[in-house]
C-alpha cells in the first residue's frame, strides 16, 4: 500500500514538473522582450482597442490606441506621426512623436557630440544612451532629464536606421515623476510594433 502511494505520488511529481517546464517554455517563447524594453525593466505592457496608423507618406505604420489623439505632418524630408493620451493629464501621459527622416544617420562621435550639445542648450542632461539591435535594425537610444516649465521632465530618443539613406526618429516624452518607467515601457511597447513599409 505505502509502496502504491508513494509511486502515485512520484507519478504526480513527473506530471507537474513536465507541465510546469513546458509552461515556463511557453511563457519565454510568447514574451520575446526588446532590448530597450529589458534595459529599462518593462513589464509586458498591452493596449485594448488597437487601430492601424499609416504615416502620411505610407512609410512607415503604428498600431496606437483608438482613444488616443493622433496627429499627423509631412515635408520633403520626413513624415510624422505624433500621439498621446489626451484624456489623462500631461503628467500622467506618455507623448510619441515617431518620425520617418530621409536623411543618413551614423551613430557615431560626431552624431553624439552633436546630440549632447543641442540637449545641454535645453538644459537637460543625458542619463543613458546605448546602441542596440531594434526591428531587427541598428539603433540607439539616449535618456535625457531635466525640467520643461514646471514640470520634471524625461524624454527617450530612439533611432532606428533603416538603410544607408533613411532612419526613423521616435522620441517619448514624460511630464512629471509619477510612473516615468511605466509610460516609457508603455511608449516602446507601441514602438516595438513598428512597421516599415520598404
Same mark, same amino acid.
Given at each position: 500500500?505505502?509502496?502504491?502511494?508513494?509511486?502515485?505520488?512520484?507519478?504526480?511529481?513527473?506530471?507537474?514538473?513536465?507541465?510546469?517546464?513546458?509552461?515556463?517554455?511557453?511563457?519565454?517563447?510568447?514574451?520575446?522582450?526588446?532590448?530597450?524594453?529589458?534595459?529599462?525593466?518593462?513589464?509586458? =505592457?498591452?493596449?485594448? +482597442?488597437?487601430? #492601424?496608423? %499609416?504615416?502620411?507618406?505610407? *512609410?512607415?505604420?503604428? &498600431?496606437?490606441?483608438?482613444?488616443?489623439?493622433?496627429?499627423?505632418?509631412?515635408?520633403?524630408?520626413?513624415?510624422?506621426?505624433?500621439?498621446?493620451?489626451?484624456?489623462?493629464?500631461?503628467?500622467?501621459?506618455?507623448?510619441?512623436?515617431? =518620425?520617418?527622416?530621409? +536623411?543618413?544617420? #551614423?551613430? %557615431?562621435?560626431?552624431?553624439? *557630440?552633436?546630440?549632447? &550639445?543641442?540637449?545641454?542648450?535645453?538644459?537637460?542632461?543625458?542619463?543613458?544612451?546605448?546602441?542596440?539591435?531594434?526591428?531587427?535594425?541598428?539603433?540607439?537610444?539616449?535618456?535625457?532629464?531635466?525640467?520643461?516649465?514646471?514640470?520634471?521632465?524625461?524624454?527617450?530618443?530612439?533611432?532606428?536606421?533603416?538603410?544607408?539613406?533613411?532612419?526613423?526618429?521616435?522620441?517619448?516624452?514624460?511630464?512629471?515623476?509619477?510612473?516615468?518607467?511605466?509610460?516609457?515601457?508603455?511608449?516602446?511597447?507601441?514602438?516595438?510594433?513598428?512597421?516599415?513599409?520598404?
Amino acid at each position: 500500500m505505502i509502496n502504491h502511494l508513494y509511486n502515485s505520488v512520484k507519478t504526480v511529481s513527473k506530471i507537474n514538473y513536465s507541465l510546469l517546464l513546458i509552461a515556463s517554455l511557453l511563457l519565454c517563447s510568447c514574451s520575446k522582450q526588446s532590448v530597450i524594453s529589458k534595459d529599462f525593466n518593462c513589464e509586458p =505592457t498591452s493596449f485594448d +482597442n488597437l487601430e #492601424n496608423v %499609416d504615416d502620411l507618406k505610407n *512609410l512607415f505604420s503604428l &498600431q496606437l490606441p483608438k482613444n488616443w489623439k493622433i496627429n499627423l505632418y509631412q515635408d520633403e524630408a520626413q513624415s510624422s506621426i505624433f500621439t498621446a493620451d489626451t484624456i489623462k493629464q500631461l503628467t500622467e501621459t506618455v507623448l510619441l512623436d515617431v =518620425t520617418f527622416v530621409r +536623411n543618413k544617420i #551614423n551613430f %557615431d562621435e560626431a552624431f553624439m *557630440l552633436q546630440q549632447e &550639445q543641442e540637449y545641454l542648450a535645453k538644459n537637460l542632461i543625458r542619463v543613458k544612451s546605448k546602441e542596440i539591435t531594434l526591428l531587427d535594425k541598428p539603433a540607439l537610444y539616449m535618456v535625457y532629464k531635466g525640467k520643461k516649465g514646471a514640470y520634471p521632465f524625461q524624454t527617450c530618443h530612439t533611432f532606428i536606421k533603416v538603410n544607408d539613406q533613411n532612419f526613423i526618429f521616435a522620441k517619448t516624452e514624460i511630464y512629471g515623476d509619477s510612473l516615468v518607467n511605466e509610460r516609457l515601457c508603455s511608449a516602446f511597447s507601441l514602438i516595438e510594433n513598428l512597421k516599415i513599409h520598404q
